[in-house]
C-alpha cells in the first residue's frame, strides 16, 4: 500500500483520482485546497487528514516523511493550471513521486526546469495522458501504425463543451492562470495526436477568443484541422439541448467513437504508473510545446482545405 497526498481536492477533477488512489488499493493519507467543499472525501477516505492552507500542509507532510510508517510516497496534483509547476516542484521535494493533471505546465522551459528538479531529489513526476489509454484510441493507433509509412491521413477533431457563465469568472476564464481554451481542454486532444499520427511537422491557428480555438496541424500521418469550444452555440444542431458536450474524431471520414469510457481511464492511469509504465516528462513535452506554439501564434487565413467546417460560424 502507497500513501498518498491530494493537492487540489475540491476541483472537478480531484473524485477520480481519489477513485484511483482507492482502487488501486492505496491510501488518500491527506488532502489540501483552499475551499473546503471536500465531502467528496467522506466515501473514499474519511480518516484522510485535510488541510485548507498550504504552509500547514506542508509541514504536516514533513513530519510524516521522518517516520518511513507514515511517509507519503506520492503526491497527486489537481489544483488549477498556474500552480502546478509549484505543487510539484513541492511534491518533489518533499521525497515524494508526483501525479500531475494535464497541463504539467504550460512551457518547455518549465518542463526543462521540472527535470532539475527531479535530477535533484531523485524521484520523478508523471503526467495522467488518459487518451492514450482508451481502447478506441489504441485501436486507432495500431490501426495507423499498420499502414504504409508514407501515408497521410485526414482528420477533423471537434471538441465543444458547454461551460456556464460561471466560467469566464473561475480561474478557467483567466488566460494567465488555464493558459487559454487551447491548453485548458485540448492539451489531452493534442497529445492523443502526437500518440497516434507522429511528430508534429506544421502547426497554425486559424481563430482564438475566449471561448474558442481552431486551427490546423501536420503531423508525420496525418493533416488535421481541429476545433475547440465551451460556447453551447456551437454544438451541432442534432444534439443542441440534448448534451452539452460533442465529441468527434472522424479519419478518412470515419468516426472514431471515444466518448465512453473517460471516467475509468485515470485508474488506468493510475495502475500503469504504479507498475512503472507512466508517462513522464519527456511524454508529455510534445503536446506542450504545441498548446505553447498555439498561445503565441498570430491567426493566419486558412489555406484550401484546412479550414474546420465550424469556422464557417465565425469571422477571421
Known amino acids: 500500500m502507497k500513501y498518498f497526498a491530494l493537492i487540489g481536492a475540491a476541483g472537478y477533477i480531484a473524485p477520480r483520482h481519489m477513485k484511483a488512489i482507492k482502487e488501486t488499493g492505496n491510501h488518500l493519507a491527506m488532502a489540501y485546497d483552499i475551499n473546503d467543499s471536500v465531502g467528496i ?87 495522467i495522458l488518459q487518451l492514450r489509454h482508451h481502447p478506441a484510441i489504441t485501436e486507432l493507433k495500431s490501426r495507423i501504425a499498420s499502414g504504409p509509412a508514407d501515408e497521410k491521413h485526414d482528420v477533423e477533431l471537434t471538441y465543444i463543451t458547454s461551460r456556464g457563465k460561471w466560467y469566464q469568472e473561475s480561474w478557467k476564464g483567466d488566460p494567465r492562470k488555464s493558459f487559454g481554451i487551447a491548453t485548458n481542454i485540448g492539451v489531452h486532444f493534442f497529445d492523443m495526436l502526437h500518440f497516434v499520427f507522429g511528430d508534429l511537422e506544421r502547426n497554425v491557428v486559424h481563430y482564438a477568443d475566449d471561448h474558442r480555438a481552431a486551427g490546423y496541424l501536420e503531423y508525420q500521418k496525418a493533416r488535421v484541422r481541429w476545433f475547440l469550444s465551451i460556447d453551447s452555440g456551437d454544438l451541432p444542431t442534432s444534439v443542441q439541448g440534448k448534451q452539452p458536450t460533442y465529441r468527434s474524431i472522424l479519419c478518412e471520414g470515419r468516426e472514431i467513437e471515444f466518448s465512453g469510457g473517460f471516467t475509468d481511464l485515470h485508474t488506468v492511469s493510475y495502475q500503469e ?34 479550414a474546420h467546417p465550424c469556422l464557417k460560424r465565425h469571422s477571421m
Open 41 to 127: 472525501i467522506d466515501s473514499i477516505s474519511p480518516e484522510s487528514d485535510f488541510l485548507a492552507d498550504f504552509e500547514r500542509f506542508h509541514e504536516v507532510a514533513w513530519q510524516r516523511k521522518r517516520d518511513p510508517y507514515t511517509a507519503l510516497d506520492y503526491v497527486s496534483v489537481c489544483s488549477p493550471n498556474h500552480l502546478h509547476h509549484a505543487h510539484i516542484a513541492a511534491g518533489l521535494r518533499l521525497g515524494c513521486n508526483v501525479i500531475c493533471e494535464k497541463p504539467l505546465v504550460p512551457t518547455p522551459a518549465l518542463l526543462d526546469e521540472l527535470e532539475r528538479v527531479e535530477q535533484e531529489t531523485g524521484r520523478k513526476v508523471f503526467n
Open 273 to 306: 504508473i504504479l507498475a512503472g509504465r507512466g508517462y513522464g516528462i519527456g511524454s508529455a513535452r510534445h503536446c506542450i510545446e504545441t498548446v505553447d506554439t498555439i498561445r503565441g501564434a498570430v491567426a493566419e487565413s486558412p489555406r484550401r482545405g484546412e
